[in-house]
């Protein structure tokens, strides 16, 4: 493929992905400032084209768009793979979302109940994270769809973001925690 791709092409090439792994899963395409993410409730890899051509450039090292779209592709399809467990965790989603709504932006850190519900979304988020980059890697082993080391990059490029939010909110709880037992 091209270094640059057109949004039909760049669709085509995520559904080709799709249809690679023998899956069943819709493409929709949308504006979200994510480049791409599993929608579990409509079953649906949704991709945010501006922001996918953006975040390959953002890469440690240079990828060709089409093996980073690839790669995204399937870890989204590794969500899919375990789509019960994310339906599963519905409910404390929303209550966490809901939460969140309710604390005052100012007190949000200072809130030891509040940090500590965080930290609980980042363990969360990154167990699902991992349990999709797993299932990706079952993926492209049987299916072949890119090769190993471009596949690991990714991955730990995703997996680095995650680990990076966890560890700075983490660092302000334990910081509370402190606080608290001070007091």
Request: some cysteine; aromatic content about 8%.
């Amino acid at each position: 493929m091209k270094a640059t791709m057109t949004e039909s092409q760049i669709e085509a090439l995520i559904e080709l992905t799709i249809c690679d792994v023998n899956m069943d899963v819709e493409l929709k395409q949308e504006r979200t400032g994510v480049n791409m993410m599993y929608d579990f409730i409509k079953n649906e890899v949704i991709v945010d084209i501006k922001r996918v051509q953006k975040a390959c450039n953002e890469l440690p090292e240079p990828m060709p768009l089409e093996t980073y779209l690839r790669v995204l592709t399937i870890h989204e399809l590794g969500h899919a793979m375990d789509r019960k467990a994310l339906l599963v965790s519905l409910d404390r989603t929303k209550e966490i979302i809901t939460m969140k709504k309710q604390a005052a932006a100012e007190k949000r850190p200072t809130d030891l109940p509040f940090m500590k519900m965080v930290i609980e979304e980042h363990k969360s988020d990154i167990a699902f994270e991992e349990t999709a980059w797993a299932n990706a890697g079952i993926l492209n082993s049987f299916f072949g769809i890119v090769d190993g080391d471009s596949f690991e990059k990714v991955k730990s490029h995703s997996l680095e973001t995650y680990w990076k939010l966890y560890e700075n909110d983490l660092a302000i709880y334990q910081g509370l925690q402190e606080e608290t037992l001070l007091v």
